[in-house]
Every structure is written in structure tokens, then in C-alpha cells.
T-cell receptor
Framework: GENVEQHPSTLSVQEGDSAVIKCTYSDSASNYFPWYKQELGKGPQLIIDIRSNVGEKKDQRIAVTLNKTAKHFSLHITETQPEDSAVYFCAAVPTDSWGKLQFGAGTQVVVTP | ETGVTQSPTHLIKTRGQQVTLRCSSQSGHNTVSWYQQALGQGPQFIFQYYREEENGRGNFPPRFSGLQFPNYSSELNVNALELDDSALYLC????????????FGPGTRLLVL
């Protein structure tokens, strides 16, 4: 089955700097890659997603890149703000998995003022 | 448009008991997926219901069971609770299809003593 690895496990950045989280996946049949943000005591919130026919997608300060050949995808947050502090999860969905999200272990992002 | 709701928010049970968790899907969504999230880990897929039928199952024992109702709301039942069942239980709704975006509810925090 699919296995998703996520790095780093923790990331501390100064406000205004950029943050980058990287994920690798094992199943070449995966073709949908969402990113979720989870704040303390809340459920995961979708922040951006990308499908395999696209190499990059951007939404304001957030961007995701996908390299299908290398089987890795990354989340980029620019101009970080204290409210960006949360746990971020990447996930992958193989085409034959009925929409089962296979999550990475998560990255705790701390943005210090 | 209402989002995904879950009840109860918190629950304390003792080992060997049974528990039922409930989820109301987002308006217009016909698919509900359940995930278990242990502390400090990413969510793990339990199973998915599509139009009242189980549509895929993760690596969880049969004492984890579910239902989906005609209005697409769903229940997760866990029998013979074990200490390791203590976790945040998340449901996510989507509009069917293999890669449709999944939107999560706030979760139910279950503690088994």
C-alpha cells in the first residue's frame, strides 16, 4: 500500500520568513495530494491540494509543487504569520483506494514574532 | 452550507464497553470516511461509506463497524473497547468519486480507561 513520509517533524521560523515541508510517497499510482492544517483541538482543514496532471499550484501565500518522477511533493508558505502556527499534514490518494487518504506523520510549525 | 459536524465532542469509557460516534456530512455530500488519530500522529483510515454501503476499509479489526443513513449521516461503533482505542476520531465527507476532496469535522475525543 501507499506510504507517505513527511519532513521535518518540527519547523520553527521567524515571522515573515518562508516555511517548506516535504513529503515523499511510495505508490506511483497516487495522483491526488492534499495538504491539511490542524490547529490544537480541531479537525484537519484543507488548505491546498494538487492533482498529478499539475506540477505546481498557488493560493496566495501557499504553494504546492509535485514531482511525479521523484515521487515527492512540497508545501511552501511565504511571509509566515503567527496564525500559520499549527500541525501540517500531507496526504496521498492512490487511484484504486476509494479515496482513502494516506497521511504523513505531520509537521509542527511554530512561527515566532 | 453547513460543514461536517460530529457528536459528542468528548467521551470517556472504560475498557470492554461499547461506543457510538456520530457524524453529519456536509450538505450535498454522499460519502463519509472515518479516521482514527492517535496523539501526535497522522489520521489513520478506518473505513468509508458511499451511499449507505461500506466502500473500503483500513487495517482495523471487525469490532470497528459503521453505518450510513439515507440522509448520508454516519455512525462509527466500536465494541469491546481497549485502552489503545483512546484517540481523536475524525469523520470526513466528500461528494463521491475516488479523488473528491474530503472535508473533516472537529472530531470526537475518546478516552478509554
Amino acid at each position: 500500500g501507499e506510504n507517505v513520509e513527511q519532513h521535518p517533524s518540527t519547523l520553527s521560523v521567524q515571522e515573515g520568513d518562508s516555511a517548506v515541508i516535504k513529503c515523499t510517497y511510495s505508490d506511483s499510482a497516487s495522483n491526488y495530494f492534499p495538504w491539511y492544517k490542524q490547529e490544537l483541538g480541531k479537525g484537519p482543514q484543507l488548505i491546498i491540494d494538487i492533482r498529478s496532471n499539475v506540477g505546481e499550484k498557488k493560493d496566495q501565500r501557499i504553494a504546492v509543487t509535485l514531482n511525479k518522477t521523484a515521487k515527492h511533493f512540497s508545501l511552501h508558505i511565504t511571509e509566515t504569520q503567527p496564525e500559520d502556527s499549527a500541525v501540517y499534514f500531507c496526504a496521498a490518494v492512490p487511484t484504486d483506494s476509494w479515496g482513502k487518504l494516506q497521511f504523513g506523520a505531520g509537521t509542527q510549525v511554530v512561527v515566532t514574532p | 452550507e453547513t460543514g461536517v459536524t460530529q457528536s459528542p465532542t468528548h467521551l470517556i469509557k472504560t475498557r470492554g464497553q461499547q461506543v457510538t460516534l456520530r457524524c453529519s456530512s456536509q450538505s450535498g455530500h454522499n460519502t463519509v470516511s472515518w479516521y482514527q488519530q492517535a496523539l501526535g500522529q497522522g489520521p489513520q483510515f478506518i473505513f468509508q461509506y458511499y451511499r449507505e454501503e461500506e466502500n473500503g476499509r483500513g487495517n482495523f479489526p471487525p469490532r470497528f463497524s459503521g453505518l450510513q443513513f439515507p440522509n448520508y449521516s454516519s455512525e462509527l461503533n466500536v465494541n469491546a473497547l481497549e485502552l489503545d482505542d483512546s484517540a481523536l476520531y475524525l469523520c470526513a465527507s466528500s461528494n463521491g468519486g475516488i479523488q473528491e476532496t474530503q472535508y473533516f469535522g472537529p472530531g470526537t475525543r475518546l478516552l478509554v480507561l
